[in-house]
């Protein structure tokens, strides 16, 4: 299809992911109400559903082993890592956070920066933390983060550096 048609409950898309034939789209929801994520098939375009979040400002999108994993927040209020299970389309984890930050998945983990309060290291199946890596930049720690298969890494665009997590020992180096 050359044209998707987003639901009303997406305003401006502001995420989108692909993986396994499907695209994933999720945007800024109207009124403030919650927001949605839609699955559309890549080949057709069809919506094959859309599915209620618990916020209204999804900001961060990842795909896992038959999940979608998303940073949500309210407002200035709540912030909130969900996991969707893409073959019964529920959220089946929801992690609160306390401040906004980057998202990666690999094989074992998912990862996401809480800030500065540090990298977090859940575990992709039960949402508990597994480890908590402290970041440098105190209040200005590195938000951006991108996994794949050379490692998973950080950047921070307060100071220019980029950081390599070492997924052994649960630390990061500074790599430029």
């Given at each position: 299809?050359?044209?998707?048609?987003?639901?009303?409950?997406?305003?401006?898309?502001?995420?989108?992911?692909?993986?396994?034939?499907?695209?994933w789209v999720t945007g800024i929801s109207p009124d403030q109400g919650s927001a949605s994520l839609q699955e559309f098939d890549e080949?057709?375009?069809k919506v094959l559903s859309t599915i209620s979040l618990p916020d209204n400002w999804p900001?961060?999108?990842?795909?896992?082993?038959?999940?979608?994993?998303?940073?949500?927040?309210?407002?200035?209020?709540?912030?909130?890592l969900v996991k969707i299970d893409t073959t019964t389309h529920q959220i089946a984890v929801n992690v609160t956070l306390q401040k906004d930050g980057g998202l990666a998945v690999t094989r074992d983990a998912?990862?996401?920066?809480?800030?500065?309060?540090?990298?977090?290291?859940?575990?992709?199946?039960?949402?508990?933390?597994?480890?908590?890596?402290?970041?440098?930049?105190?209040?200005y720690a590195p938000l951006g983060l991108t996994s794949g298969p050379l490692g998973v890494?950080?950047?921070?665009?307060?100071?220019?550096?980029?950081l390599r997590v070492n997924e052994q020992t649960n630390t990061v180096r500074l790599v430029t």
């Amino acid at each position: 299809s050359d044209v998707m048609a987003l639901g009303p409950r997406i305003t401006q898309p502001e995420v989108l992911a692909a993986g396994d034939g499907k695209l994933w789209v999720t945007g800024i929801s109207p009124d403030q109400g919650s927001a949605s994520l839609q699955e559309f098939d890549e080949d057709t375009g069809k919506v094959l559903s859309t599915i209620s979040l618990p916020d209204n400002w999804p900001g961060e999108i990842a795909v896992g082993d038959k999940a979608i994993w998303l940073r949500t927040q309210q407002g200035e209020e709540s912030t909130h890592l969900v996991k969707i299970d893409t073959t019964t389309h529920q959220i089946a984890v929801n992690v609160t956070l306390q401040k906004d930050g980057g998202l990666a998945v690999t094989r074992d983990a998912v990862w996401t920066v809480n800030g500065s309060l540090g990298l977090f290291r859940i575990d992709p199946q039960t949402g508990h933390t597994i480890a908590t890596i402290q970041l440098p930049g105190g209040l200005y720690a590195p938000l951006g983060l991108t996994s794949g298969p050379l490692g998973v890494f950080l950047g921070s665009s307060y100071d220019g550096s980029i950081l390599r997590v070492n997924e052994q020992t649960n630390t990061v180096r500074l790599v430029t």
